[in-house]
């Protein structure tokens, strides 16, 4: 049975950098893949970055691209999303979430980023 | 990417069923059997409850399902109960490996 869970959330300033992670437990499938969606009242879900399992494909949303980097550190067996030049309109709870069949089934529990001065 | 057109709400008396649509373009829901859709309660996560357009999660009812006609999906719950009162996404693959969601539609279950 798969488990994300997702740390690394807080109060940041505009302009500064924050550093989410996804701790993933459990045995995936070749094809799958981890995907950091956000939730705002405003917005509602938005979905931000992909990433395969094997760390070796990438693709980000148009929203952030540029600004938000998806990596994996194969040996804690978890991935992260390093996000520079926060905005307001990034505030939100952040979700990681398995990718399978094109679909998101396995999602954290989530971590809340606010960006205000 | 524009996000996927949902009505914000919906509702239904117990036992009655309900639909939910979920409007995209020829880019995403048009172009693609990657339709999913989530159910939310709140301040708790989404959980999958179809995808490609279809297909149940196990443990999911066979009360929820889904489909899809041209740039539209949609979702239907049969034998409405209480606890199926939540907030409900549906979710598309773009292509590029992109993905869209809808904006949610509110659930009530009178």
């Known amino acids: 049975q798969v488990q994300v869970v997702e740390s690394g959330g807080g109060v940041v300033q505009p302009g500064r950098s924050l550093r989410l992670s996804c701790a993933v437990s459990?045995?995936?499938?070749?094809?799958?893949?981890i995907d950091w969606v956000r939730q705002s009242p405003a917005k509602g879900l938005e979905w931000v970055a992909f990433m395969s399992i094997d760390g070796g494909t990438t693709s980000y949303a148009d929203s952030v691209k540029g600004r938000f980097t998806i990596s994996k550190d194969n040996r804690k067996n978890t991935v992260y999303l390093q996000m520079i030049s926060l905005r307001s309109e990034d505030t939100a709870v952040y979700y990681c979430?398995?990718?399978?069949?094109?679909?998101?089934?396995?999602w954290g529990q989530g971590t809340t980023v606010t960006v205000s001065s | 990417q524009s996000a996927l057109t949902q009505p914000p709400s919906a509702s239904g008396s117990p036992g009655q069923s309900v639909s939910i649509s979920c409007t995209g373009t020829?880019?995403?829901?048009?172009?693609?059997?990657?339709v999913s859709w989530y159910q939310q309660y709140p301040d708790k996560a989404p959980k999958l409850i179809i995808y490609?357009?279809?297909k149940r999660p196990s443990g999911v009812p066979d009360r929820f399902s889904g489909s899809k006609s041209g740039n539209t999906a949609s979702l239907t719950v049969s034998g409405l109960q209480v606890e199926d009162e939540a907030d409900y996404y549906c979710?598309?693959?773009?292509?590029?490996?992109?993905?869209?969601f809808g904006g949610g539609t509110k659930l009530t279950v009178l």
């Open positions: 020829s880019s995403d829901v048009g172009s693609y059997n990657y």
């Open positions: 490609e357009v279809t």
């Open positions: 979710g598309s693959y773009a292509g590029s490996l992109h993905w869209v």
């Open positions: 979430a398995r990718g399978r069949n094109y679909g998101m089934d396995v």
């Open positions: 459990g045995v995936t499938a070749r094809n799958d893949a």
